[in-house]
């Protein structure tokens, strides 16, 4: 049992049906003040977003922060893309995904870390529909199974 608390800010709930999570990896995120005291505040969405590598470097696309209220001329851009701060190694080993034909890079959670924003992305495989079905059974028959339990 881990003694840290779960600190999630943003979750995207939706990756799980929609994907076969591989593996993942954390990361640090490159922000500005009024985009970290946003955050804290629990103004951050990455339902939509997805993660791409160009000239080595990953960034996130279609995260949204909205501007912070006390932050006049500093706001900036609210669906601006973002860098993600990773080892060399760990973006070359995702580059090669980017060739998978069916896989992509998702963000899955947007959580604090000793203070510093972290980003959790996975290597993910895309669902047909006939899993999301199956997936779907699955989840009933547990939630029927855990009702049976309970009388």
């Given amino acids: 049992m881990s003694k840290e608390k779960d600190n999630a800010i943003a ?3 939706k990756a799980s049906h929609l994907y076969f999570i591989e593996d993942t990896y954390e990361t640090g995120i490159e922000l500005f003040g009024t985009e970290v ?3 804290r505040a629990g103004q951050v969405n990455i339902k ?3 993660c791409d590598i160009n000239n ?3 960034f996130i696309h279609g995260m949204h922060i909205s501007p912070y209220e006390q932050g006049n001329i500093h706001n900036v851009d609210p669906m601006r893309k973002r860098k993600l701060l990773m ?5 070359l080993r995702l580059e090669k995904v980017k060739t998978q034909d069916g896989y992509t890079i998702i963000p899955l959670k947007v959580y604090l870390k000793r203070g510093k924003v972290k980003v959790l992305i996975a290597k993910a ?3 047909k529909l006939w899993d999301k079905r199956e997936t779907m059974k699955k989840k009933e028959v547990d939630k029927k199974i855990r009702q049976e339990l309970m009388y």
């Fill in 11 to 13: 979750n995207n709930k």
């Fill in 37 to 39: 005291k946003s955050i």
């Fill in 48 to 50: 939509d977003s997805y």
């Fill in 56 to 58: 080595g470097e990953i």
């Fill in 87 to 91: 080892h060399k190694s760990e973006i």
């Fill in 125 to 127: 495989k895309g669902k």
